[in-house]
């Protein structure tokens, strides 16, 4: 646990293209502007390498990948330790031949590797192919603990698990930071695309509220081309946020353009809010091992 009540954090929510050397310098460029600005803690938003290329289910996308240590943590490493702040990136982790996986690496302020995490919950859904490039995670839900606190990092379609975030908070996570890219269809009615947004939001702020500690979600935002045809593509919805520990927010971005903001975050909340609330002192931890099944029946 830290002794800090604060932590100055910020949020990196940019489109891409599918140079990685251009996304690199446009992500380096938004780490030195909030770092100025002084942001102690950075996140980015999922698989900021590239294009979102889980749109199709091709081989050759693996050749994005890459191992840890390698040119991914290089780069990003040299970020945090030029900009003296704890960054939380994403990568597409390249373990063994034939064995990738969707992972956060959290950078300490000098650039070395505080911890990994690797992503748990895998999607596969029409745009969303990833279950065809990621194996599941296999490190479990567990902090990572950094000089500006204990960060609960887990990635995107984690985020609609409660239980992830649960596991994250009892095992005495500060905040919860949820690196993501999720976004329309763009052929959904506006009224659809509505109900999807207000979900993933009040989801999240849920995590924040049930657990008594901050929420940071951080998007990407722009349109992505499906490459093989067969979609309308996809429509990024930004609107990166971060909640306070009683669901409160504290900063939204908007849906439809980069942006760069840093904001102020009171750890320390979390106590007084958790004494208010003690939701981790009445559970009925007694009553809850169905949650280990499946699916129930009468």
């Known amino acids: 646990m830290t002794d800090r009540h604060t932590v100055k954090t910020g949020i990196v929510q940019h489109s891409f293209l599918s140079d990685i050397e251009t996304n690199r310098a446009r992500n380096l460029s938004g780490i030195a502007?909030?770092?100025?600005?002084?942001?102690?803690l950075i996140v980015l938003s999922e698989l900021h390498d590239s294009l979102y290329f889980c749109q199709t289910e091709n081989v050759d996308n693996f050749e994005l990948a890459s191992e840890i240590p390698g040119d991914f943590t290089?780069?990003?490493?040299?970020?945090a330790a030029e900009n003296d702040v704890v960054l939380v990136a994403s990568s597409?982790?390249?373990?063994?031949?034939?064995?990738?996986?969707?992972?956060?690496?959290?950078?300490?302020?000098?650039?070395?590797?505080?911890?990994i995490y690797?992503?748990?919950?895998?999607?596969?859904?029409?745009?969303?192919?990833?279950?065809?490039?990621?194996?599941?995670?296999?490190?479990?839900?567990?902090?990572?603990?950094?000089?500006?606190?204990?960060?609960?990092?887990?990635?995107?379609w984690d985020q609609w698990y409660p239980e992830a975030a649960r596991?994250?908070?009892?095992?005495?996570?500060?905040?919860?930071?949820?690196?993501?890219?999720?976004g329309w269809n763009p052929d959904d009615p506006a009224d659809e695309k509505e109900r999807q947004l207000?979900?993933?939001?009040?989801?999240?702020?849920?995590?924040?509220?049930?657990?008594?500690?901050?929420?940071?979600?951080?998007?990407?935002?722009?349109f992505e081309e499906d490459p093989s045809g067969?979609?309308?593509?996809?429509?990024?919805?930004?609107?990166?946020?971060?909640?306070?520990?009683?669901?409160?927010?504290?900063?939204k971005a908007p849906e439809d353009r980069p942006e760069e903001a840093a904001i102020e975050i009171d750890l320390g909340r979390s106590e007084n809010?958790?004494?208010?609330?003690p939701f981790l002192r009445d559970r009925r931890i007694d009553a809850y091992t169905g949650l280990s099944k499946r699916f129930l029946l009468k």
């Open 33 to 40: 502007n909030l770092a100025a600005e002084g942001a102690e």
């Open 74 to 79: 290089d780069f990003y490493s040299a970020a």
């Open 92 to 115: 597409f982790e390249r373990r063994a031949p034939g064995l990738y996986h969707n992972t956060a690496v959290v950078f300490e302020k000098d650039g070395s590797i505080a911890g």
């Open 118 to 156: 690797r992503k748990m919950h895998i999607p596969d859904d029409p745009g969303f192919y990833e279950k065809f490039y990621f194996t599941p995670g296999d490190l479990g839900f567990k902090p990572i603990d950094t000089s500006v606190g204990r960060i609960g990092v887990l990635v995107c």
């Open 167 to 182: 596991l994250m908070a009892m095992a005495g996570a500060e905040i919860l930071v949820y690196p993501t890219a999720i």
């Open 198 to 222: 207000n979900a993933w939001i009040t989801i999240q702020r849920s995590h924040a509220v049930a657990n008594g500690i901050p929420v940071v979600s951080v998007n990407r935002c722009g």
């Open 230 to 251: 067969q979609t309308s593509g996809i429509d990024f919805w930004g609107t990166s946020f971060i909640a306070g520990p009683q669901g409160e927010l504290l900063y």
């Open 273 to 277: 809010v958790r004494r208010w609330w």
